[in-house]
């Protein structure tokens, strides 16, 4: 199975959540070195609403495409898995195992998984060629995942600073991205 679409059933199919009592399991390694495909990577600054409380400030989070080494499984990825980021409250773990969930079992997920396709039919490339558009992504998606209702990287729920450069050439390219999804 290529790289395509080993992300396109990890994104769209699956949510891999930390390990729990039952269910299919599988068991990533990640190595700093292939971190975000190669280095295609953009650094930024982002801010996070949930209902009921202030804004969270994330200062300096990289945004881009995961590169994960399967080291145990059921054999569904192979030996790599491509993925990015949907909890920006979560750090990501070096290693561990992670359950196999169906996306329809997992219930954020419900009322966006149609623009999270949308999005990934649109723009993803597992060979993005640019931080930028890999960094586009990324921004997209959290956007889809924490404020559905605007789809504004300029605020809302979540939003990513453009100030100073901030993610340079990925914020605009994702609120492109996101404009054509409400079209």
Same mark, same amino acid.
């Given at each position: 199975?290529?790289?395509?679409? =080993? ?6 199919? %699956?949510?891999?959540? *930390?390990?729990?009592?039952?269910? *299919?399991?599988? @068991? ?11 280095? %295609? $990577? ?9 209902? #009921? ?6 200062? =300096?989070?990289? &945004?881009?495409?995961? =590169?994960?080494?399967?080291? @145990? ?20 773990? *070096? $290693? ?20 999270? #396709? ?8 597992? !060979?993005?060629? @640019?931080?930028? +558009? +890999? &960094? &586009?992504?990324?921004? +997209? ?21 453009? *100030?100073?450069? $901030?993610? $340079? ?11 054509? %999804? !409400?079209?």
């Amino acid at each position: 199975m290529n790289a395509a679409m =080993r992300i396109a059933i990890t994104m769209i199919g %699956l949510i891999l959540v *930390s390990v729990s009592a039952h269910g *299919s399991t599988i @068991s990533l390694s990640f190595e700093r070195s292939t971190l975000f495909n190669n280095g %295609l $990577s953009e650094v930024g600054n982002i801010s996070l609403t949930e209902t #009921g409380g202030g804004p969270t400030a994330f200062p =300096r989070v990289e &945004a881009g495409e995961f =590169r994960f080494n399967v080291t @145990s499984g059921n054999g569904m990825f192979g030996d790599e898995l491509l993925g990015f980021c949907i909890d920006v409250t979560e750090a990501l773990k *070096s $290693s561990g195992e992670y359950s196999i969930v169906a996306i329809e079992d997992y219930e954020p997920f419900n009322a966006i998984i149609g623009w999270i #396709g949308n999005l990934y039919d649109s723009h993803y490339s597992n !060979n993005f060629g @640019s931080g930028g +558009a +890999a &960094a &586009a992504f990324q921004l +997209a998606l959290w956007e889809i995942i924490y404020d559905p209702a605007s789809f504004n990287l300029n605020g809302g729920d979540f939003s990513a600073t453009d *100030s100073t450069n $901030s993610f $340079s050439s990925g914020h605009s390219l994702a609120s492109t991205w996101l404009s054509s %999804l !409400n079209d």
